[in-house]
């Protein structure tokens, strides 16, 4: 078998969405996994023809194609696929078939889009904070916003021992502005405003990257094969390394 068509048993289980690299060795070294019916060391390669299982149950295969979906989050659902510790999850609230994880995150008080998949290669290419992925945002504030205040955000404020990046920021009615993003701190526009004396009364995603918001709240649709096409390009020459989730 050509080593070109092959994979690390680790890199395989995430690639496929299945769990994390670090949670792959850990399965690995429980002698959890199976490569036809024998017990992988660590860093063993497999190709298209080889059957894996974990704990015996028969996994998906790189061929088995990737589901890629656009999600309206409503207020009180949280980002995370602990099922068990968290009841009002994202992944019992959508109840797809398929094994599948949110691109990031959009806080409990947060609404609006975000990414899903099954597809665990392309996941940390789109979190990683150098390539500059736009994030779209409508935020209502409790008080009115004056220059001040968008020359603040737009130039960068000191939260999480950093400046925020210089961003796009515009007032759209008394109480209401949008601001684009291209870096994931920690509730950064929460932070950024209560740092200028301000508190975040509604905030909604409309924009990652090129997938506007365009379905009704709580509703999901498939991306669009042009929509998966331009992110494909855009984070093509990204490597796969982890950034800390928004």
């Not at 975040?200 to 995603?205: A, F």
Request: glycine share 4%; with cysteine; hydrophobic share 35%.
């Amino acid at each position: 078998m050509s080593d070109t068509n092959t994979t690390r048993i680790n890199k395989y289980l995430s690639e496929i969405g299945y769990c994390s690299r670090r949670a792959a060795d850990k399965l690995i070294l429980e002698n959890r996994v199976t490569i036809n019916d024998t017990v992988p060391e660590m860093g063993t390669k497999i190709g298209p023809d080889d059957e894996v299982r974990v704990d015996g149950k028969l996994v998906s295969t790189p061929e088995d194609k990737h589901v890629y979906i656009a999600f309206n989050k409503p207020v009180g659902i949280v980002c995370t696929t602990d099922t068990k510790a968290e009841k009002d999850n994202i992944i019992d609230y959508i109840k797809y078939p398929k094994r599948i994880f949110p691109i990031g995150r959009l806080d409990k008080p947060s609404e609006g889009l975000i990414l899903l998949t099954s597809d665990g290669d392309i996941v940390n290419k789109i979190l990683r904070a150098r390539n500059n992925h736009e994030k779209e945002y409508l935020v209502t504030v409790n008080k009115p916003v004056n220059a001040e205040f968008l020359r603040k955000m737009r130039n960068g404020v000191p939260i999480l021992d950093t400046i925020t990046r210089n961003c796009v920021v515009e007032q759209t009615d008394k109480f209401k502005f949008r601001i684009i993003l291209t870096q994931g701190l920690n509730r950064q526009i929460r932070r950024m405003c209560e740092y200028l004396d301000y508190k975040v009364i509604k905030l909604k995603r409309v924009r990652i990257m090129n997938i506007r918001l365009d379905m009704p709240i709580g509703k999901w649709r498939y991306l669009s094969p042009d929509e998966l096409a331009e992110i494909n390009q855009s984070v093509s020459s990204s490597a796969k390394t982890h950034l800390e989730e928004e």
